[in-house]
Nanobody
């Protein structure tokens, strides 16, 4: 099982980035998938999630700026991030939830598989 996040980088406030997460080794379309982030000194938090059926859920802090999507044919998850703010700076992780594919669960411990993160840095 592998989840590989990519697309992070350094961007100025107001800019955009698109993160990707390539999955392999499991039946991707049977899982809910989430993007989490962790800033230095802070807990890991759910940014956005998408169920196996395509329903989405977002943290209040990113609503209207971030869009999560999935391409089951390519076993890939995306996060389009627009109007980035310095407080979006964090390591971003993708994670897969097997047990509740039709829900977006908030707690990191509910997720079975994790990828290595990709760093997003937003300068002011």
């Amino acid at each position: 099982v592998q989840l590989q996040a990519s697309g992070g980088g350094l961007v100025q406030a107001g800019g955009s980035l698109r993160l990707s997460c390539a999955a392999s080794g499991f039946t991707f379309d049977e899982y809910a998938i989430g993007w989490f982030r962790q800033a230095p000194g802070k807990q890991r938090e759910l940014v956005a999630g998408i169920t196996s059926g395509g329903s989405t859920n977002y943290a209040d802090s990113v609503k209207g700026r971030f869009t999560i999507s999935r391409d089951n044919a390519k076993n890939t998850l995306y996060l389009q991030m627009n109007n980035l703010k310095p407080e979006d700076t964090a390591v971003y992780y993708c994670a897969a939830d097997r047990e509740r594919p039709f829900d977006v669960r908030q707690t990191p411990y509910d997720y079975d598989y994790w990828g290595k993160g990709t760093l997003v840095t937003v300068s002011s």
